[in-house]
């Protein structure tokens, strides 16, 4: 059996389980970690990129929007002009135009070259996550998924313990230009990394003789869209109010700029915990423990927002909120790729993709328009009334799957 045989077999036969593929998923988690660091760097550089580029924080705040944005329109085009280019040769290519991406960003003179830098970089990040988001899937049997998805996102919440506030100290240190050189040029090495270690794998898209896919007549299709749309319902909120916690922190907490990068550190180590947690306990019953995830996300906030000014409490919520969000990305990429069928498990990571970057982009958007109307003490609550929603979709769902069985 080698890297690009599927683990199923439809033989009398019974398949022999594959050793673990801890290499290749390490390496899957790296290259993810790199990924996120390039989409989330401007929230913790953005006081100091509006200073240098002379246009206002919410501004700053609008390139996680159009980031976000690009990749919701581009993703699933350029999934379907690539779906027969192999799986690994896609991830390297799309990690080498991040890393040319962030080296554009860091020479910039102005904000509107950032923000075309920032739309290229968009394009690939949307490519490679429509890759990335059903990798796993192909690298082990459905048993192992949640396993498996929960080592490769974990690059995703690594980002948030060490990429964003390393970058933000990097650029607080010696100015943003050279924390986003830097990232760039660790994501060039990290597609290096990719190209000799990740196993390359098969998938139904790709395959030359495969007859055209149709995505509406496959029984999985309608849970996918519903995992899809909570996922961007929940990303909506959360990004409303994350792409604008640095403001929160200082202006509303009361702490000092410099205990900003602490607080971010402190954030992505909880969501680490968060993500232990989807992967040994909560992950094991998908539908149970997203719930869990989303109602303690929502305590979390709520309570932030209540006790901000009342030190100990509102760091304790701070970092309810992380560890219960550091839950979520798992726990919905096992419950998508456990709703579609292996037919459309790329398609599926696609829409994911595309779902995911439409909550971060409009979380964004809609967190600038409100900035100035609630301030960002009010940006919580507009993220725990999403929340609501989607726990609400997420409960109806599961009920209403439970009748029809």
């Given at each position: 059996?080698?890297?690009?045989?599927?683990?199923?077999?439809?033989?009398?036969?019974?398949?022999?389980?594959p050793?673990?593929?801890?290499?290749?998923?390490?390496?899957?988690?790296?290259?993810?970690?790199?990924s996120?660091?390039?989409?989330?760097?401007?929230?913790?550089?953005?006081?100091?990129?509006?200073?240098?580029?002379?246009?206002?924080?919410p501004?700053?705040?609008?390139?996680?929007?159009?980031?976000?944005?690009?990749?919701?329109?581009?993703?699933?085009?350029?999934?379907?002009?690539?779906?027969?280019?192999?799986?690994?040769?896609?991830?390297?290519i799309?990690?080498?135009?991040?890393?040319?991406?962030?080296?554009?960003?860091?020479?910039?003179?102005?904000?509107?070259?950032?923000?075309?830098?920032?739309?290229?970089?968009?394009?690939?990040?949307?490519?490679?996550?429509?890759?990335?988001?059903?990798?796993?899937?192909?690298?082990?049997?459905?048993?192992?998924?949640?396993?498996?998805?929960?080592?490769?996102?974990?690059?995703?919440?690594?980002?948030?313990?060490?990429?964003?506030?390393?970058?933000?100290?990097?650029?607080?240190?010696?100015?943003?230009?050279?924390?986003?050189?830097?990232?760039?040029?660790?994501?060039?090495?990290?597609?290096?990394?990719?190209?000799r270690?990740?196993?390359?794998?098969?998938?139904?898209?790709?395959?030359?003789?495969?007859?055209?896919?149709?995505?509406?007549?496959?029984?999985?299709?309608?849970?996918?869209?519903?995992?899809?749309?909570?996922?961007?319902?929940?990303?909506?909120?959360?990004?409303?109010?994350?792409?604008?916690?640095?403001?929160?922190v200082?202006?509303?907490m009361?702490?000092?700029?410099?205990?900003?990068?602490?607080?971010?550190?402190?954030?992505?180590?909880?969501?680490?915990?968060?993500?232990?947690?989807?992967?040994?306990v909560?992950?094991?019953?998908?539908?149970?423990?997203?719930?869990?995830?989303?109602?303690?996300?929502?305590?979390?906030?709520?309570?932030?927002a209540?006790?901000?000014?009342?030190?100990?409490?509102?760091?304790?919520?701070f970092?309810?909120?992380?560890?219960?969000?550091?839950?979520?990305?798992?726990?919905?990429?096992?419950r998508?790729?456990?709703?579609?069928?292996?037919?459309?498990?790329?398609?599926?990571?696609?829409?994911?993709?595309?779902?995911?970057?439409?909550?971060?982009?409009?979380?964004?958007?809609?967190?600038?328009?409100?900035?100035?109307?609630?301030?960002?003490?009010?940006?919580?609550?507009?993220?725990?009334?999403?929340?609501?929603?989607?726990?609400?979709?997420?409960?109806?769902?599961?009920?209403?799957?439970?009748?029809h069985?």
């Amino acid at each position: 059996m080698t890297p690009s045989t599927p683990f199923y077999s439809t033989s009398s036969t019974p398949a022999v389980m594959p050793p673990f593929p801890w290499l290749g998923l390490i390496v899957l988690a790296a290259a993810v970690f790199l990924s996120v660091t390039i989409e989330m760097i401007p929230t913790g550089l953005l006081p100091d990129m509006s200073a240098e580029l002379q246009v206002g924080e919410p501004l700053i705040g609008l390139l996680v929007t159009v980031f976000a944005a690009t990749v919701v329109v581009l993703t699933v085009p350029l999934a379907a002009l690539t779906k027969r280019v192999p799986r690994r040769t896609l991830i390297v290519i799309s990690l080498a135009v991040l890393a040319v991406s962030c080296v554009l960003t860091a020479l910039a003179p102005n904000y509107g070259t950032v923000l075309a830098t920032r739309i290229l970089g968009g394009a690939a990040h949307g490519l490679f996550w429509s890759v990335v988001g059903a990798y796993a899937g192909h690298l082990v049997p459905k048993e192992q998924l949640a396993r498996a998805v929960s080592i490769s996102v974990a690059g995703g919440s690594l980002a948030f313990v060490l990429g964003v506030p390393l970058a933000t100290a990097l650029g607080q240190a010696f100015g943003w230009r050279l924390a986003f050189a830097g990232v760039g040029v660790l994501t060039l090495l990290g597609a290096l990394l990719v190209w000799r270690f990740l196993p390359p794998v098969r998938h139904h898209a790709g395959e030359a003789d495969a007859a055209p896919l149709r995505l509406r007549s496959d029984r999985t299709f309608v849970p996918v869209i519903v995992v899809c749309l909570i996922t961007a319902v929940t990303m909506v909120g959360a990004y409303t109010f994350y792409t604008y916690v640095a403001p929160f922190v200082t202006e509303v907490m009361g702490l000092p700029p410099s205990v900003l990068s602490p607080m971010l550190l402190a954030y992505g180590i909880a969501g680490a915990a968060g993500l232990v947690l989807a992967g040994t306990v909560l992950g094991r019953r998908p539908t149970i423990g997203l719930t869990i995830a989303l109602v303690a996300t929502g305590i979390g906030v709520a309570g932030l927002a209540v006790f901000a000014q009342v030190p100990g409490l509102g760091i304790a919520c701070f970092l309810l909120w992380g560890t219960a969000f550091g839950a979520l990305p798992p726990l919905l990429n096992t419950r998508l790729l456990h709703s579609a069928s292996s037919r459309i498990r790329d398609a599926a990571a696609s829409f994911y993709t595309t779902a995911f970057n439409t909550g971060i982009g409009g979380g964004a958007l809609l967190g600038a328009l409100l900035y100035n109307v609630l301030g960002p003490a009010g940006l919580p609550w507009v993220f725990v009334a999403l929340l609501l929603c989607s726990t609400g979709a997420l409960v109806i769902t599961a009920l209403v799957n439970r009748v029809h069985r």
